[in-house]
């Protein structure tokens, strides 16, 4: 890609983070490289597990049984070969919904492999009018709303496309994350620099910015948990399970657990 066709994030965050999510594919980003075909075995076999935050795996009970009833699956914001094979290997029917086609592309390349059948969407996820009221049992939505600035759209649509007594497991990077002075993270150092509500687009220099622009990253918002969690509430949703976890590469995470899970209900 053409640093010429990169587009403007100011103008259209949404089209400049689908481009990086399509580049970050093609530069091997972790969250991009797809499953193996041993793990999808595994996964038909009942030995399967995924997560939602970068280490720390969802517990078993939270899933129901996939083997007892149908169970419609939305990958939501989370293509890339990783959950949605694991899902649909274990028995569920599942639809993976993300903004990038690169990343729709790591699915279905194990799908083909492996011979799994997964329906790939692509849209924005604060936006889920493709699909109609109560369409899904369970909705899986890996930490990736941080790449919105506004969760509460997400949460909404959520629980509308979700049937009555459905769940949704969620994962998302808290707060604190985004209180510090990045660069001087980078340097094992905790300078506390920024206020939440967090935006890459404001909240940064314009020299950071033109770097992340430069190394096709995506532009990333930290919200309130009076948003993550309250968000949820207020959308119609229970919460009946929650979990943190600690991301390992970040010295944020040596201290306090920066990423979390919850499981809601909707009743």
Not at 83 to 97: E, H, N
Not at 169 to 176: E, I
Not at 238 to 260: C, F, L, Q, S
Request: aromatic letters at 10%.
């Amino acid at each position: 890609m053409e640093k010429s066709s990169i587009p403007d994030p100011e103008a259209d965050l949404l089209a400049y983070n689908r481009a990086a999510w399509n580049a970050q594919v093609h530069a091997d980003n972790q969250w991009t490289v797809a499953v193996s075909a041993a793990e999808v075995q595994r996964a038909r076999e009942g030995d399967w597990s995924i997560v939602l935050t970068p280490h720390r795996s969802v517990p078993k009970e939270w899933f129901p049984d996939f083997s007892a009833s149908p169970c419609r699956v939305l990958c939501l914001a989370g293509s890339g070969g990783q959950q949605a094979p694991i899902l649909a290997a274990a028995g569920a029917s599942v639809t993976v919904f993300d903004l990038s086609e690169e990343q729709l592309k790591q699915d279905q390349l194990v799908a083909e492999r492996d011979g799994l059948t997964i329906e790939s969407v692509q849209g924005d996820m604060s936006d889920l009018s493709y699909f109609k009221d109560e369409s899904f049992d369970l909705i899986v939505h890996p930490c990736s709303n941080s790449f919105v600035p506004n969760v509460l759209p997400v949460w909404q649509e959520a629980a509308r496309v979700l049937r009555h007594g459905g769940q949704l497991l969620a994962g998302f990077t808290k707060p604190v994350f985004y209180v510090f002075d990045q660069n001087r993270i980078e340097k094992g150092e905790l300078i506390v620099k920024h206020s939440i509500p967090y935006s890459e687009l404001t909240s940064i220099s314009s020299s950071d910015k033109a770097k992340y622009i430069a190394e096709r990253e995506p532009l990333c918002f930290g919200h309130s948990l009076s948003d993550q969690i309250g968000g949820q509430l207020e959308a119609g949703l229970r919460v009946i399970g929650y979990y943190e976890d600690h991301w390992k590469a970040y010295p944020v995470g040596k201290y306090i657990g920066d990423m979390a899970a919850t499981r809601s209900i909707k009743s």
